[in-house]
Nanobody
Framework: QEHLVESGGGSVQDGGSLRLTCAASKAIVDYYCMAWFRQAPGKEREGVGSFARDGSTRLAESVKGRFIISKDTSKNSLYLQMNALSPDDTAMYYC??????????????????????WGQGTQVTVSS
């Protein structure tokens, strides 16, 4: 069972910033497609961004220009830098991983069902 652990969530004001961290095994960080998802109450889980094995990244249109996804293989971690946060960004944020070419697809990377491995999530709350 692969193990993903998110941290860095919290409560911030509108316009603030947070950086989420996903700690994973070296095998996952080196060889898996990794992604961030979020789920707000009453809504479906949606893809926020992905980091492919070749280093390419994708971001949802709703966060482009505000969020940055990155990875540090020396620390076995995936990050999500979130800037200019708004109340619409309030959600539980999850780290996910999948072996194979999920991240190479412009559509599959954002589908929760394509990822078999998940962390427990970290809550982000943005107040106006």
């Amino acid at each position: 069972q692969e193990h993903l652990v998110e941290s860095g969530g919290g409560s911030v004001q509108d316009g603030g910033s947070l950086r989420l961290t996903c700690a994973a095994s070296k095998a996952i960080v080196d060889y898996y497609c990794m992604a961030w998802f979020r789920q707000a109450p009453g809504k479906e889980r949606e893809g926020v961004g992905s980091f492919a094995r070749d280093g390419s990244t994708r971001l949802a249109e709703s966060v482009k220009g505000r969020f940055i996804i990155s990875k540090d293989t020396s620390k076995n971690s995936l990050y999500l830098q979130m800037n200019a946060l708004s109340p619409d960004d309030t959600a539980m944020y999850y780290c996910a991983a999948a072996f194979g070419d999920v991240c190479d697809s412009s559509t599959r990377w954002a589908i929760a069902g394509a990822f078999p491995y998940w962390g427990q999530g970290t809550q982000v709350t943005v107040s106006s």
